[in-house]
């Protein structure tokens, strides 16, 4: 019943910039915590970005100053805004929500010249 709906992937160039949605239903988004992990072929899925439901933000140290992941309450909708992409940055992103154990489908992000 709860969803999440990722949206916003694509090929950027390197320094490019992209913006990823998730469009949550069945669930609030600004009540809940809200994650992005990302997975590249052959590694493991890693914790990108966190919102809380107060606002605080946490970052991976590899994306600290290039990403940002937001929040529209209104539009129950959880951003992820990546800047100064790197080739390393290529990955399927994901959407979670982490106290309903909720994944979303994933988007695909691929950063190449």
């Known amino acids: 019943q709860v969803q999440l709906v990722e949206s916003g992937g694509g090929l950027a160039q390197p320094g490019g910039s992209l913006r990823l949605s998730c469009a949550a239903s069945?669930?609030?988004?600004?009540?809940?915590?809200m994650d992005w992990y990302r997975q590249a072929p052959g590694k493991q899925r890693e914790l990108v970005a966190q919102?809380?439901?107060?606002?605080?933000?946490n970052y991976a140290d590899s994306v600290k100053g290039r990403f940002t992941i937001s929040r529209d309450n209104a539009k129950n909708t959880v951003y992820l805004q990546m800047n100064s992409l790197k080739p390393e940055d290529t990955a399927v992103y994901y959407c979670?929500?982490?106290?309903?154990?909720?994944w979303g489908q994933g988007t695909q992000v691929t950063v190449s010249s």
């Open positions: 979670n929500a982490p106290i309903v154990g909720v």
């Open positions: 069945g669930m609030s988004v600004g009540i809940n915590p």
């Open positions: 919102i809380s439901g107060g606002l605080r933000t």
